[in-house]
């Protein structure tokens, strides 16, 4: 679904207008399977889908920008047309920046859908132009219970167990080829804490 206004002039969406390049920010703290998911069906979509993982300092995230990219690099690697990148203010401004007009966003339920549309009108008059379109996706079933905020309920709910109990837990929500990464970095946090 395309969340369009009813503008004047035609939008980037009814131009077709040549290469489409999105953005999927958030803060990925970590990123899960539902993210991965998401990241796989947009890159059908557009062209090039930059992956943004968001730096916000007055935001206590369990694992650093850096660490976080470097995760969501691990879960994306098999996409040729997606890259990740960190920003530390607006969105809108990176997408400017990079030339993107398409932001996805997912939704798992009707509260996520309010929130959005709302941010997708306020995203339309900071871009300037309005010629920024919010694409939503709606989560597979699988994932509709899947969040970042579980998997880190998870790993400190298992930092005493064993490296293959603590694997166990979060396998089923963080893409395969990010759990190693996932776990040395959340002992080396937990360790520090």
Same mark, same amino acid.
């Given at each position: 679904m395309v969340w369009n206004s009813k503008a004047k002039k035609k939008s980037v969406v009814e131009e077709g207008c040549g290469h489409r390049v999105a953005v999927f920010a958030g %803060? &990925?703290?970590? &990123?899960t399977v539902g993210h991965l998911d998401l990241v796989k069906r947009a890159a059908g979509i557009f062209d090039s889908l930059i992956v943004l993982v968001a730096q916000n300092a007055s935001k206590k995230n369990l694992f650093d920008a #850096?660490?976080? *990219?470097?995760m969501v690099e691990a879960a994306v690697s098999e996409f040729p047309n997606v890259s990740v990148a960190v920003h530390g203010g607006l969105t809108v401004d990176f997408m400017k920046s990079v030339g993107a007009h398409y932001l996805v966003r997912g939704i798992r339920n009707s509260s996520d859908l309010d929130a959005e549309q709302a941010v997708a009108w306020n995203n339309k008059v900071i871009y300037g132009n309005g010629d920024v379109e919010t694409v939503l996706l709606l989560?597979?079933? #699988?994932?509709?219970?899947? %969040?970042?905020?579980l998997v880190r309920e998870l790993l400190k709910c298992g930092a005493e167990k064993s490296a293959? #109990?603590?694997? %166990?837990?979060?396998? *089923?929500?963080v893409p395969k080829n990010m759990v190693s990464m996932l776990l040395k970095e959340f002992r080396k946090n937990y360790e520090a804490i």
């Open positions: %803060s &990925f703290d970590p &990123f #850096e660490t976080r *990219k470097a989560s597979a079933q #699988e994932h509709l219970v899947v %969040s970042s905020t293959a #109990e603590q694997k %166990s837990l979060i396998s *089923k929500y």
